[in-house]
DNA sequence: ACCCAGGATGGAA
DNA sequence: TTCCATCATGGG
């Protein structure tokens, strides 16, 4: 059943019950939403306040998006006008009823406590490529860091979108042709360090049909999976990240530090585990919907040791 | 100065 | 198989 809507060619509102916007689009599996204050100087300074009231704005595909959330009501604006919406509806997944998916975890306390922590916390549908690149980016970098890297490479070689008058410009991720023309040279100098060759190689690949994208939502997860992994810089866990984030694969369950961090801690803590077997518990336990119970997980983690520093007082929104 | 960050890779043990 | 140094860069 799709939610109730209010479409018009730039404006749209979804009511969309247990969705928490902001928890979602800062939640380290997209990169390129900004919190904005309007009516305030501070544009973008406070990540913490807006994840609960504020205003968003970033690029999906070739269109600048401002989003808002105001109850159960979602709210998008746009410059150029859309006869139709499906793009940011798939995006956001503003079809997705969030209890039937948590009914699907097992019942232990640890993710229960993470659910608990992180209320409408949601999976998006990115783009195959912008969400690879992305990732390949990611390895040994802090989330905010990979943002930074992502807007250099935007800004350098992705499209001008159109903006709101008097806005920043903005522009789209490039496609894999753009930046397979690129130098790697020229990716260093977005800062991407030794990832600058995978992402080359990667794109160069994609570009030239060595690798068939589109094809691989029609694969089982175990054949999309190696072939990304065919892609030099992507492993394991990158190309989980790009099946579960982009493809929708929703049994795979990505395993990066935090999660690592997670599944010793709160399942088997004192009990010196390998990483190898705590992947090998995680494919087990977390059922259909392991990919959700692993962004839950995932953010539940992330946020215990990290807001209490950004919370110091006079560090955010003074 | 030191450690860590949504890792992956090639070579050594 | 598992272990380990290395890769580039910035923040705490």
């Known amino acids: 059943m799709p939610p109730d809507r209010c479409l018009s060619p730039c404006v749209a509102t979804w009511r969309v019950p247990e969705y928490a916007l902001g928890t979602t689009l800062d939640s380290g599996q997209a990169f390129r939403w900004r919190p904005v204050q309007l009516g305030t100087m501070n544009r973008g300074t406070c990540r913490l306040e807006a994840r609960t009231t504020g205003t968003w704005e970033g690029v999906v595909g070739t269109r600048w998006v401002r989003l808002r959330q105001g109850g159960e009501e979602l709210g998008a604006e746009t410059v150029v006008p859309s006869a139709d919406w499906s793009w ?34 949601r999976l998006l549908r990115q783009d195959p490529w912008e969400c690879l690149a992305s990732f390949i980016l990611s390895s040994t970098k802090q989330i905010e860091q990979i943002r930074q890297i992502i807007e250099r490479l935007c800004a350098g070689y992705g499209d001008a979108v159109a903006v709101p008058a008097g806005h920043e410009p903005a522009f789209a991720f490039p496609g894999p042709e753009r930046l397979a023309a690129c130098s790697e040279a020229e990716l260093r100098a977005c800062r991407a360090g030794f990832r600058a060759p995978y992402l080359l190689e990667a794109a160069r690949r994609v570009a030239a049909g060595t690798l068939d994208f589109t094809a691989l939502a029609e694969r089982p997860v175990h054949e999309a999976r190696a072939a990304l992994m065919s892609l030099p810089g992507v492993g394991r866990k990158i190309a989980d990240c790009v099946l579960l984030f ?66 110091r007082p006079g560090r955010c929104c003074a």
């Open 246 to 311: 982009a493809y929708g694969f929703a049994t795979v369950f990505p395993v990066d530090v935090w999660v690592l961090r997670a599944l010793r801690e709160l399942y088997f803590p004192g009990r010196r585990m390998t990483p190898r077997a705590l992947l090998e518990f995680s494919e087990t336990h977390f059922g259909p919907q392991a990919g959700y119970a692993q962004q839950y997980l995932f953010h539940y983690m992330r946020r215990a040791r990290v807001t209490p520093v950004a919370r």
């Open 88 to 121: 940011l509806e798939q995006y956001l997944q503003v079809a997705v009823e969030l209890g039937p998916v948590l009914a699907t975890f097992p019942p232990d306390a640890a993710l229960q406590t993470a659910v608990a922590a992180c209320p409408g916390l």
